[in-house]
């Protein structure tokens, strides 16, 4: 049986995930306790997969993931990625028997747990029935259920699965979060990359590189090879090299398979515009409607 | 007196880049609570400067600064970026003074408080001395200096005029962050732009656009005006526009005043391509050696 590692503890959104895409009668699951233990598990063959948040629709990039792409330090050269999964993301509240009683009120609830990122998703509803109400930051929507379990006057934003394995949890309300269109995207990593699919141009390519910080409009042209060879580009993001100030690694995801004439074509070209690269691999398009970042 | 909005309370980082900048003899200090605050105080004609965090060298973009000039809710409609300074940052701990009898030791430190990027700017310093010591992630560095001066058994990192406020406490080391080069970079925002410098090639101008969803290579074709008309990208980020999940809006900044004439010609062209584009203004360059993304 094939093991996986997610961002735990068990009810994160990761962890939801996770068990839809890698069932739990043909995988174990390895709860990691931060994103770099992810990396660390599959390297080291601790597990065979691994799934990392990599961006949500509202928020943007997660940018410890960013950084763990960036293998500034060599830390793991066999990372591949292997798959992609998107996660529609609604956030339940979740409290106490007694503070639902009829209507939710700031006067039954002294303060809220959960991440920032879900604060952050859930402005409308907070400020409409609990403004004022102190908020509390954790590391997960998972750990602010749990604290919530502990205080019978607290409450969480937190997963309706995390309101199942705390039994002195009830969900207070559902969907509160101001989107409906609140998704997460992941991204699996293995130490091998995947074949082609068998539908064309179903597949995309992850790549990370930096550019010679000497050489003037060197991104500018390493974008244009994308555009000479037909791969439009689904993501791009950038963080600073730590090598010089205000150089930066870029990230990049693009449309067509590693092992595709024109993709190798294109890899082979821009070697001369950049100064290191690395290609993680390619795999099957997770969402099966059009995600372009410029077309 | 012109007056100057910043992110608060003082002794802040921010604090102490506005005191260099805007010196307290020639114009006034306004603490905001939120960076938003200050755009809301610029906007609203409450001071006539900004300061705003928008990068640091060693962790990337300031993520909230980034969605303030995404204006999705055009809120802010007047405000121009109108210069930038920069700011080299060290951190210090501080503590009680009977912490510091002899060396910094785990055992007379029951927490650290400080902001999330400080712990991860002082990684080495303490894994050596206050490796296991519980850490406790605040708002801002001036908070947890605040937070320690109350808790005779708890230590903060944060500047070294925070620990001046502060009679309580006092710098039990100095100059703890990994980097020596670790520099944050702010703008100023106010609702004018700035005059071209007298020096050639020394300006820069910040500006964001959406490009059309549907057509392909167009931020390729985008960043093609900037290298046809000579205009080098000093910054280029991204964020959700939050109009259709996994479409962008691109904050890019670049060489060259917005009057000069190959830049007027630039950002015509620019119109054929992109869905949206505003233009923040122009601005002396802070750093005078260079800072480029592409060359």
Redesign the interface.
């Known amino acids: 049986m094939k093991s996986v590692a997610y961002l735990g503890p068990p009810s994160t959104y990761s962890h939801q995930v996770t068990l839809q895409r890698f069932p739990p009668d043909q995988y174990t699951h390895l709860p990691c306790i931060q994103i770099s233990d992810i990396f660390v598990a599959v390297e080291s063959g601790k597990t065979d997969l691994g799934v990392v948040p990599f961006e ?5 990039s997660v ?1 410890q993931t960013l950084d763990l792409f960036c293998d500034r330090e060599k830390s793991f050269p066999s990372i591949k990625v292997c798959g992609e999964a998107y996660l529609d993301v609604h956030h339940c509240l979740l409290g106490h028997p007694r503070q639902s009683n009829g209507e939710i009120s700031k006067d039954t609830v002294s303060r809220i747990f959960s991440h920032p990122q879900a604060f952050g998703q859930c402005e409308p509803f907070l400020t409409k029935y609990l403004k004022g109400v102190e908020r509390v ?1 954790v590391s997960s929507t998972s750990k602010a259920a749990d604290l919530a379990n502990k205080d019978p006057s607290a409450v969480a934003i937190a997963s309706s699965i995390a309101a199942s394995v705390h039994p002195d949890l009830q969900i207070l309300a559902s969907n509160i979060e101001e ?1 409906s ?1 609140n ?1 997460t995207r992941f991204l699996v990593i293995s130490k091998a990359t995947a074949d082609p699919s068998s539908i064309e141009n179903d597949d995309k390519t992850f790549m990370t590189f930096t ?10 042209d390493m ?2 090879v ?2 000479e060879f037909g791969m ?3 993501s ?5 090299s ?1 090598i ?3 150089n ?1 690694i870029f990230l990049v995801e693009f449309e067509g398979h590693q092992d595709a004439s024109h993709v190798k074509k294109a890899l082979h070209k821009m070697n001369k515009y950049c100064q290191s690269m690395r290609v993680f691999g390619s795999y099957e398009r997770g969402l099966k409607r059009d ?5």
């Open positions: 949500n629709s509202t928020n943007g940018v930051d989107r269109d998704t550019v010679h910080h000497e050489q003037p409009g060197a991104l500018c974008l244009m994308f555009k439009n580009l689904t791009i993001s950038s963080r600073p730590l010089v100030p205000w930066y995600k372009r970042l410029d077309g």
